[in-house]
């Protein structure tokens, strides 16, 4: 059989521990005996970013920003402990943390969906994608204890004009907080939410409080409909989908009586909150895909789950473990479809929608890692678990 041709190189960023295994499991036995495989390859593993001084993961987002794919796999955010394992210069911060910053992007996440493992919200058919905002608001807010006295907010602009507002007078003690964000980076979220759900094909829901936060919350609520009357609106009506605003609390009973395929945007702490409980109500992190979208439609996909060191130091002893590689083999067909997608190549985007098929039919006939086999139940099928490698070998004989 002749392998599939790339024009266009995926940026590859290697990672650790037991997904740094599963990736070249998942590169040799899914992906390069089918397609001639075309990357450009970061070695993001702890090593060898204490090695470059951390350079390799800015590198890494460079040429994402070139190319406009890249596929990551899971890294080691190091802390004291990290530090001393691998004897580092210094104690990196995260690489998503610098990835993030570096292509100004949104977070979308999206649970895989098998028959056989019902989520904890039965009517949900069909994937919810939360879209999380990941700068400002609480999580850069200033807060401070009050004892009795007046707390003012206070706002100098460029030309030295004070504006004060009471925000409270304290006759006992309390606490106050101020907090902010950008327009420049509320309408980046706008724009990676609309160009995610138009390659989706899903409707977009949006929620903020903006009955009762009408200056903060309706800024993002105002930002969000210029950005999508101006610029989107003709484009979602062509792909037939919806954009809908509403309030978050509208959303949230909407949302459990929904079937699902939906794409939901949150503010930063709503995003938080809410996709540990879509996740946990779909099963699994382990079967839940994570993409970063920035505005000008650049893509980086990765599994939610980090690098799984309790199996990882089971491998290293020589034993087999039964870690489910799915959210890393849907990181690699996202983003071979997306490569495919840009470079207008079928035979690449039908390879993706096959390696995805293959995975989730495996698990539906009854193969898979262990982590799955106490969710499983389907008449007729007896859950059978199987390690990382039998697993992926299954897969393998489907596509
Ligand atoms: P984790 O790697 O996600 O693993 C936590 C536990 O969840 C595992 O011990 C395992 O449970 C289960 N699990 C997660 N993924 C699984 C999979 N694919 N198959 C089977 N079980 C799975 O989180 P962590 O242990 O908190 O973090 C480990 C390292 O990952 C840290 O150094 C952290 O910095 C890094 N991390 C990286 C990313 C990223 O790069 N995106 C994200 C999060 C964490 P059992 O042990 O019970 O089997
Ligand atoms: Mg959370």
Same mark, same amino acid.
């Given at each position: 059989?002749?392998?599939?041709?790339?024009?266009?190189?995926?940026?590859?960023? !290697? *990672?650790?521990?037991?997904?740094?295994?599963?990736?070249?499991?998942?590169?040799?036995?899914?992906?390069?005996?089918?397609?001639?495989?075309?990357?450009?390859?970061?070695?993001?593993?702890?090593?060898?970013?204490?090695?470059?001084?951390?350079?390799?993961?800015?590198?890494?987002?460079?040429?994402?920003?070139?190319?406009?794919?890249?596929?990551?796999?899971?890294?080691?955010?190091?802390?004291?402990?990290?530090?001393?394992?691998?004897?580092?210069?210094?104690?990196?911060?995260?690489?998503?943390?610098?990835?993030?910053?570096?292509?100004?992007?949104?977070?979308?996440?999206?649970?895989?969906?098998?028959?056989?493992?019902?989520?904890?919200?039965?009517?949900? +058919?069909?994937?919810?994608?939360?879209?999380?905002?990941?700068?400002?608001?609480?999580?850069?807010?200033?807060? *401070?204890?009050?004892?009795?006295? +007046?707390?003012?907010?206070?706002?100098?602009?460029?030309?030295?004009?004070?504006?004060?507002?009471?925000?409270?007078?304290?006759?006992?003690?309390?606490?106050?907080?101020?907090?902010?964000?950008?327009?420049?980076?509320?309408?980046?979220? @706008?724009?990676?939410?609309?160009?995610?759900?138009?390659?989706?094909?899903?409707?977009?829901?949006?929620?903020?409080?903006?009955?009762?936060?009408?200056?903060?919350?309706?800024?993002?609520?105002?930002?969000?409909?210029?950005?999508?009357?101006?610029?989107?609106?003709?484009?979602?009506?062509?792909?037939?989908?919806?954009?809908?605003?509403?309030?978050?609390? !509208?959303?949230?009973?909407?949302?459990?009586?929904?079937?699902?395929?939906?794409?939901?945007?949150? +503010?930063?702490?709503?995003?938080?909150?809410?996709?540990?409980?879509?996740?946990?109500?779909?099963?699994?992190?382990?079967?839940?895909?994570?993409?970063?979208?920035?505005?000008?439609?650049?893509?980086?996909?990765?599994?939610?789950?980090?690098?799984?060191?309790?199996?990882?130091?089971?491998?290293? +002893?020589?034993?087999?473990?039964?870690?489910?590689?799915?959210?890393?083999?849907?990181?690699?067909? *996202?983003?071979?479809?997306?490569?495919?997608?840009?470079?207008?190549?079928?035979?690449?985007?039908?390879? @993706?929608?096959?390696?995805?098929? @293959?995975?989730?039919?495996?698990?539906?006939?009854?193969?898979?890692?262990?982590?799955?086999?106490?969710?499983?139940?389907?008449?007729?099928?007896?859950?059978?678990?199987?390690?990382?490698?039998?697993?992926?070998?299954?897969?393998?004989?489907?596509?």
């Amino acid at each position: 059989m002749e392998k599939i041709k790339m024009t266009t190189p995926l940026v590859e960023m !290697d *990672g650790d521990e037991m997904t740094r295994i599963l990736w070249q499991w998942i590169k040799d036995i899914l992906i390069c005996p089918f397609v001639d495989l075309k990357t450009e390859y970061y070695d993001l593993g702890l090593k060898n970013r204490d090695l470059t001084d951390d350079k390799v993961t800015s590198d890494s987002a460079i040429a994402t920003k070139k190319y406009g794919v890249a596929v990551k796999c899971a890294t080691i955010t190091p802390n004291a402990q990290r530090v001393e394992e691998y004897s580092l210069k210094k104690m990196y911060k995260s690489p998503n943390g610098t990835i993030r910053a570096m292509l100004d992007g949104t977070v979308f996440r999206a649970p895989i969906i098998v028959d056989g493992i019902t989520p904890y919200i039965p009517t949900w +058919k069909k994937p919810i994608v939360i879209a999380r905002h990941a700068y400002g608001d609480v999580y850069k807010a200033v807060d *401070g204890k009050a004892g009795v006295g +007046k707390a003012v907010l206070s706002y100098k602009d460029e030309n030295g004009a004070l504006v004060e507002k009471e925000v409270f007078d304290f006759k006992d003690g309390g606490v106050v907080m101020a907090m902010h964000n950008t327009d420049k980076s509320i309408e980046s979220f @706008a724009r990676a939410c609309f160009n995610y759900a138009l390659s989706m094909r899903l409707p977009l829901w949006f929620s903020t409080k903006d009955t009762i936060s009408k200056v903060y919350d309706g800024d993002f609520k105002t930002i969000f409909e210029s950005v999508y009357q101006n610029d989107y609106k003709e484009k979602f009506e062509k792909a037939g989908i919806e954009y809908m605003y509403t309030l978050i609390d !509208d959303v949230v009973a909407r949302i459990v009586r929904s079937e699902g395929g939906i794409v939901w945007a949150c +503010k930063n702490y709503d995003g938080d909150v809410m996709s540990d409980m879509v996740a946990t109500a779909y099963g699994s992190l382990a079967m839940m895909t994570s993409v970063l979208v920035s505005p000008d439609g650049i893509y980086e996909y990765e599994a939610a789950h980090g690098t799984v060191t309790r199996h990882y130091y089971k491998y290293i +002893k020589g034993e087999e473990t039964s870690t489910n590689p799915v959210a890393t083999i849907f990181a690699w067909s *996202g983003a071979l479809r997306k490569r495919g997608e840009l470079d207008k190549n079928s035979e690449l985007m039908d390879f @993706a929608d096959r390696l995805e098929k @293959a995975t989730i039919t495996t698990i539906e006939s009854g193969e898979m890692t262990g982590d799955l086999v106490g969710l499983f139940k389907k008449d007729g099928v007896t859950p059978k678990k199987l390690c990382s490698k039998e697993f992926l070998q299954a897969i393998a004989t489907r596509i």
